[in-house]
């Protein structure tokens, strides 16, 4: 009869089909996200993978998963290439974009060997069909969030580009955003997949139960309804995209043009009676806090909007360098500001410059400025007339970061501004890519968004996630949008506030336990003997001026020298303190009793035997073979010469005891 649990866990296929699988499962994957945006292909890309992971030892689990990362950023974001500027050769901009892609394929190849084991492990420790079909899938999703939520934040600030969930903005299942946040759903996306694979696994269940395990989840997951979101009230935003020429690497011919750029197209809204202004990351080239014409220019825009103006400049406090979004009240100037969080390493500055610039100087060099991460709140009061309106922030790659679109919510964020600058990566699918994450994002939190680009893509979605305006790329113009207000908490906010507790408790609690641990550790190493077990019948002082070390005497009996004082002699070795306690440590008081030693242990098992009468006499070696309700399958006979009479011993040989060449004589 097969072995049905290495059947379980055997692989699929052979390591060179895996690797195949593996890399096919790259392009697949990235065409369920922007520009072509055919979701239902994530599933198959998952899939594809865990079908090639299933069952590999830890080595060729890695090999499946670097495969597949490597291919798949590669294809995902090609536009890494196009930040360096077009006067660059090809060769020197496609470093940076094999480099993160390699970085990123580690992740993969590291996450993907953590479920080829699991695939191998899990199935042997649960048992019954059920629970291989559900706790393995468990295991292989949880793995794989792990996996995309530690690369998400680590190193430098990690890439959360690419994320399995980013894919399904469109998708039916994008209402669950708002019950279980960016991460939980892509849990949900690769335990749907996982179960899948399991149930082909288990061949010996019916295959309807299986069939309609898998169906029962998926009805379940796309039947969740959309979580409620109360609007309140609206404002009316104009958003303006200036369509300059913003690139870091492709500056304006002259001083200034931004800004100007910004301005003219800005004249559109100013009959609009909007209540605030917004303009994009880099809409301006100058810096108003130390520039008068541009300060000029921002006051205009105010007083002829006749509302608050969310501007935005680099600027220069100190020795560092902020990206920082501007609020400017005509005639008062910047009454509040946020610098930007998450400045892009290798991008807007270069984390260990000294080190990484070795290896590539004049890579390094290119980047001048550094780019200082902001420390400021997430939200600013962008209200007028007396009344208070809160919008949360998020400059360009800020849109990624789970943590800070939280933390807006939370400080009272009734909506999001999104400024961001698009112009780095020309006609590529970087700025959809956004929006998707933008409408995620929109969902998540239960707010609405203001998407606003120098180039596109800039719309405006709402709580559900539709697109109520969208501007065309490359194109001077402005949307006027009454947008939505919410203070709603959503139960993705809520969810990821309390494992951010639990993290955070969880390192207090492990950081607070350390100091006591070594001081009891120190305490315990203490020069002077101490008994393991000590009777608290009475004890005597040390004498004045030792240290305040205790031995413990009975009360009952006299102590006649002093068994207070402490030991001058060093702690016995491990062998010696063993016989000291048999004995007493040297001059322990006689009349302390000795600790009565342990009784023996007794084996609560009962032994498995074969018992069969010796009468019948058989020769040494024969075999005898038994009916299947007995405790084993198969005896060896072995003849006892010595016996009188002469009889036979049966050596039981049952279980893995037999593979193992252990046997037990009766």
Known sequence: MPDLASDRTRPFVPLWGALLLAAAAG????????????????????????VAAQGRRAGAGFAVGFVFGLVFYLVHIPWMTEFLGPDEAWIVRAVPWFALSFLMALWCGLGTMLISIASRVVPRAVRGPLGRMLAVPVVIAGIWTAREAIASVWPYGGFAWGRISESQSASPIAPLFAWLGVSGVGFVM???????????????????LRVMLVTALAA?????????????????VGAVQGNGKTGYFDPPENVGDNLFAQYDATRAVYDQDVDLVVWPEGGSDLDPLRVPLAARVFDSVATSADAPFVGWSVTHRGEEYFNTALLWHAGEGAVDFYDKRHPVPFGEYVPDRGFWRQFAPELIDLIQREYTPGTTDAVMDVGSGGRSVRASFAICFDIVDDALMREGVEEGGQFVIAPTNNADFGQTDESVQQLAIARIRAIELGRSVVNISTVGTSAVILPDGTIAAELPRYTATAMVVDVPLSTTTTPAVVIGRGSKEVSRRSLWARSSARPSALVERARRSSSSWRPRRVV??????????????RRVCDARAACPSGCAAPSSRRPPAPRARRRHRRGGPPGRCEATPRRPAPPPRRRTRPRRSCRRPCGTRLSSGARIRLPLRSACSELRVAFRANCDPPSCGLLCAYGSSARRGRARTT
């Not at 690769?190 to 309807?208: G, H, N």
């Not at 379940?220 to 009316?236: G, K, M, N, S, Y």
């Open 220 to 236: 379940l997951v796309v039947a969740i309804p959309a979580f409620p979101i109360a609007v309140h009230d609206t404002l009316r």
């Open 536 to 549: 608290h019948a009475g004890t005597r002082d040390a004498p004045a001026g030792s240290p305040r070390v």
């Open 190 to 208: 690769v335990l749907l997949v996982a179960v899948a694979v399991a149930t082909v696994r288990e061949s010996t269940t019916p295959a309807l």
């Open 27 to 50: 392009p697949i994957t990235d065409a369920a996200f922007p520009a072509l945006g055919w979701w239902p292909l994530a599933y198959l890309g998952i899939a594809m993978v865990l």
